[in-house]
């Protein structure tokens, strides 16, 4: 089975500056994908960006980031610029391949933007 | 568009008691998922429908739960007897199943308080 672990359980950074949340996952599969959700207070779960693991690039967007090292199981994001609005739970995931199967999340980072 | 939605926000009930949970996925989306988030456990998938194939109910942690979807649309999830360590918040999410990896997309959730 896989196992997503965010050794980081809260985390906080001043406004403006870059932060990064680790994320580490096991797994005896190639090809799977890899996801970082967001949940500010409301609970609403948000997308903020993915990465396929047979694609060596690492995704950005915007101001999102990630660092994909597939030989370390390793998926950090990294937030730069970073905003008050990016106040939040931020949770990585893992999806097996083939097919749209459920989510694997790890334990979550809490990051607090200071102004 | 509408994103996904779900009923009530928010529930309490007295242990015992039956609960339903609804959710309506995003309009084309074929793929629907529940998800458990607890402070105990994090977030845990408890069920997946595809189109019209069985669902996945791997992820339900006992038969006090179960859960339907009439239609290929709406989804309700019932837990009979509820007991205290039901109390959590239930995520839904769904997705398009046209490729693999197809990113999934949250509602707001329903936090139950079991009393």
């Known amino acids: 089975a896989q196992t997503v672990t965010q050794s980081q359980p809260e985390m906080s950074v001043q406004e403006a500056e870059t932060v990064t949340l680790s994320c580490t996952y096991d797994?005896?599969?190639?090809?799977?994908?890899l996801f970082w959700y967001k949940q500010p207070p409301s609970r609403q779960m948000i997308l903020v960006i993915r990465?396929?693991?047979?694609?060596?690039q690492n995704a950005t967007e915007n101001r999102f980031s990630v660092n994909f090292q597939k030989a370390a199981k390793s998926f950090s994001l990294k937030i730069s610029d970073s905003q008050l609005g990016d106040t939040a739970m931020y949770f990585c995931a893992f999806m097996k391949h083939p097919g749209n199967t459920p989510l694997v999340f790890g334990k979550g980072t809490r990051l607090s933007v200071i102004a | 568009g509408a994103g996904v939605s779900q009923s009530p926000s928010n529930k309490v009930t007295e242990k015992g008691k039956d609960v339903e949970l609804r959710c309506d996925p995003i309009s084309g989306h074929t793929a629907l998922y529940w998800y458990r988030q607890s402070l105990g456990q994090g977030l845990e998938f408890l069920i997946y429908f595809q189109g019209n194939s069985a669902p996945d109910k791997s992820g339900l942690p006992s038969d006090r739960f179960s859960a339907e979807r009439t239609g290929g649309s709406v989804s309700t999830l019932t837990i009979q007897r509820t007991q205290q360590e039901d109390s959590a918040v239930y995520l839904c999410?769904?997705?398009?199943?046209?490729?693999?990896?197809?990113?999934?997309?949250f509602g707001p959730g329903t936090r139950l308080l079991v009393l």
């Open positions: 999410a769904s997705s398009l199943y046209i490729r693999e990896g197809e990113t999934q997309y």
């Open positions: 797994t005896s599969e190639n090809n799977y994908y």
């Open positions: 990465q396929e693991a047979y694609k060596q």
